[in-house]
Nanobody
Framework: QVQLVESGGGLVQAGDSLRLSCTASGRTFNSYAMGWFRQAPGKEREFVAH???????TYADSVKVRFTFTRDNAKNTVYLQMNSLKPEDTAVYYC?????????????????WGQGTQVTVSS
């Protein structure tokens, strides 16, 4: 069992930056691929980025170049650095863990989820 706790959300203006963190419980953190997803009101949960056990990353086209996903296995924590934020980035951001060797963009493939953290970007 893995418990995930996100933090770092908030209200910012367009063009600002935020860094989200997600800390996992347990001693097998480095055996999980991790993902960030987001869900805006009235919309489906969408893929933002994932990072493999070895640190390889994949990003949604909408956030590529602006967002950076990193992991610190010593701290059981992943980070999502979000730069040049846009109003369309407004959503609840969720961290997720996947036991599969190769992470996917499908939220249904992830085994554990955090409670989410709100990011609001004003224009």
């Amino acid at each position: 069992q893995v418990q995930l706790v996100e933090s770092g959300g908030g209200l910012v203006q367009a063009g600002d930056s935020l860094r989200l963190s997600c800390t996992a419980s347990g001693r097998t953190f480095n055996s999980y691929a991790m993902g960030w997803f987001r869900q805006a009101p009235g919309k489906e949960r969408e893929f933002v980025a994932h990072i493999s056990r070895s640190g390889g990353t994949t990003y949604a086209d909408s956030v590529k170049v602006r967002f950076t996903f990193t992991r610190d296995n010593a701290k059981n924590t992943v980070y999502l650095q979000m730069n040049s934020l846009k109003p369309e980035d407004t959503a609840v951001y969720y961290c997720a863990a996947d036991r599969a060797l190769f992470p996917t963009m499908n939220p249904g493939d992830y085994d554990y989820w955090g409670q989410g953290t709100q990011v609001t970007v004003s224009s």
